[in-house]
């Protein structure tokens, strides 16, 4: 148990990650019901963009505490100008179609995101390894905080309340709401809705690109297929919280990230499960965990019952 708090402390840093991703996931459901499964392959493009910056646009040597911002804004212009395309020539011309359609549009857009990376990208189809800020560490009691996760603790609440200030207070923001509710009345209103639908697309891609940035100082590396897991983790977390809700979202993605990090160091300890611990079993409990999660409360944990739009 003396490891107990540093399990939750890895657990929080993890599920931030998957938090800021399925926010993307959350909002563009909560406006066009739609399930833009290319979202993952949206996070991988953004620390693609980092990388690049850093490495073919900055000066050699430069600090990363200095390359960061330059960075986060690089990647975060892919991601953003990927995601806003995706919007426009992609799911925009399918909004009126079977709901199949764009599901089926996304999966290929995935793949294609994926091979374009690992066509064009040198030696992407292998770990590309990520610059790092240091390694500075900070103790707080038990807990042991390296320099990669200060980064996630401190962006994810920033982002979080950058994002509720936005939503809650702006003129923006109270238009999306009004778009979520019921899209026809909205335009009715005068509401540009094809704006506000492409401002939610922008939002998701430019918080997966900061989710990058932190996977990369988290792990050292980044590699052009990371973006299907970490996307498949992070809509667990934006169904696990309430789909459409984006405190949901978050929430979400830290009792993934908390359960995930507990089931790994854990589970192989208890009598009889031995072969069921260790990291390869953490998808599998992050599952199970959704699984019983839909069964008692279905809408999620900050989820509403509402009626399914037409």
């Known amino acids: 148990m003396h490891t107990l708090p540093q399990q939750l402390a890895n657990g929080l840093f993890l599920g931030s990650m998957y938090g800021l ?14 399930i833009n499964f290319a979202h993952g392959e949206i996070f991988m493009t953004g620390g693609f963009g980092a990388l690049t910056v850093y490495f073919y646009v900055l000066p050699n040597g430069t600090s990363m505490w200095i390359a960061l911002p330059a960075m986060l804004i690089g990647g975060g212009l892919i991601a953003v100008l990927i995601a806003v395309g995706a919007e426009r020539f992609a799911y925009r011309p ?23 990376v690992f066509n064009f990208y040198p030696d992407a189809k292998t770990d590309r390894t ?5 390694t500075e560490s900070f103790n707080i009691g038990s807990v042991h905080i390296q320099s990669g996760q200060l980064f996630i603790i401190i962006a994810a609440p920033i982002c979080m309340a950058a994002l509720g200030f ?22 009715l209103m005068g509401i540009d ?23 990369g100082l988290r792990y050292g590396q980044i590699k052009y297929d990371m973006g299907f897991q970490m996307g498949l983790k992070a809509f667990t977390a934006a169904v696990l919280g309430g789909i459409g ?15 995930e990090t507990l089931a790994t160091a854990y589970i192989d300890g208890i009598p009889g499960m031995q072969q069921l611990g260790g990291g390869s079993w953490a998808p599998v409990w992050a599952f199970v965990l959704l699984i019983l999660v839909l069964l008692l409360r279905p809408q999620g ?4 019952r509402v009626a399914d739009r037409a």
């Open 94 to 116: 399918l909004r009126g179609a079977p709901r199949l359609a764009p599901l089926i549009t996304a999966i290929g857009l995935s793949l294609g995101l994926q091979q374009v």
């Open 245 to 259: 809700n984006i405190y949901g979202a978050m929430l979400g993605g830290v009792v993934l990230g908390v359960a």
């Open 130 to 134: 990520f610059p790092q800020l240091g």
């Open 301 to 304: 944990l900050l989820g509403e």
């Open 21 to 34: 991703i399925a926010i993307g996931y959350t909002m563009v459901y909560g406006i066009v019901q739609l």
């Open 166 to 187: 936005f939503v809650r207070l702006s003129r923006t923001g109270r238009a999306m709401q009004a778009t979520a509710q019921d899209p026809d009345t909205a335009q």
């Open 193 to 215: 809705t094809n704006r506000i639908i492409v401002i939610a697309f922008a939002i998701g891609g430019l918080f997966a690109a900061v989710a990058a940035v932190a996977y």
